[in-house]
């Protein structure tokens, strides 16, 4: 059974970095693409970033310039890095990996940024 277990989150001044990583253990098909999607309460889930297995990223805009998504194809692990941090970002992140036939997501870790 695939797991994908999401670390890094807490609590951090506006202005200030966090790091998720996110680990997928079980046996899985090789990973396509990778990604963040991140839900703030009373909002719909959005698209964070991802990152396709060769290395091509995208970013939604409101995090571009401040956000870097990377990824370790050998340990099936992707990497959130997040500067310059603004409480708008406060949601729960989750990660998302595709096989192409499979989606798998984590269970979210909370990112809270104060003012």
């Known amino acids: 059974q695939v797991q994908l277990v999401e670390s890094g989150g807490g609590l951090v001044q506006a202005g200030g970095s966090l790091r998720l990583s996110c680990a997928a253990s079980?046996?899985?098909?090789?990973?396509?693409?990778m990604g963040w999607y991140r839900q703030a309460p009373g909002k719909q889930r959005e698209l964070v970033a991802d990152?396709?297995?060769?290395?091509?990223?995208n970013y939604v805009d409101p995090v571009k310039g401040r956000f870097t998504i990377s990824r370790d194809n050998a340990k099936n692990t992707v990497y959130l890095q997040m500067n310059s941090l603004k409480p708008e970002d406060t949601a729960v992140y989750y990660c998302n990996m595709g096989t192409g036939i499979y989606v798998y997501w984590g269970r979210g870790t909370q990112v809270t940024v104060s003012s």
């Open positions: 079980g046996s899985m098909y090789r990973i396509n693409v």
């Open positions: 990152i396709t297995r060769g290395g091509s990223t």
